[in-house]
C-alpha cells in the first residue's frame, strides 16, 4: 500500500514540475513573439495617430480650397463670357 501511495506521490510532483515546466516555456514563446513583433512593426514605415490627423486635415482643407477655386473660376468664366457678348453685339 505505501508503494501506492509513493507512486501517486511521485506521479503528482512530476505532473506539477511538468506544468511548470510548460508555462515557463508558454512564457518565453509569449515573449519572443512580442519582441519579434515589436521589432517587425518598428521596421515598418508606419506614422502616429497626431501625424495621420495633421494629414487629414490638411487634405481637407486643401479640398475646401480647391471648391471654393472652382467657384471663383466659373464666376470669372461667366463675367468674361458677358464681357464677349457685350462687346460682340
Known sequence: MQSQNR?????????TNAA???????QEIETLIQSRF???I????????DEFEAVKEMAAN???ENED???EIADLKKQLGKKKSASGK
Open 42 to 49: 518598428a521596421n515598418m514605415d508606419l506614422v502616429t495617430r
Open 7 to 15: 507512486f501517486f506521490d511521485d506521479l503528482a510532483k512530476l505532473m
Open 62 to 64: 486643401a479640398r475646401a
Open 20 to 26: 511548470g515546466a510548460a508555462q515557463g516555456a508558454a
Open 38 to 40: 515589436e521589432r517587425v
Open 69 to 71: 477655386l472652382k467657384a
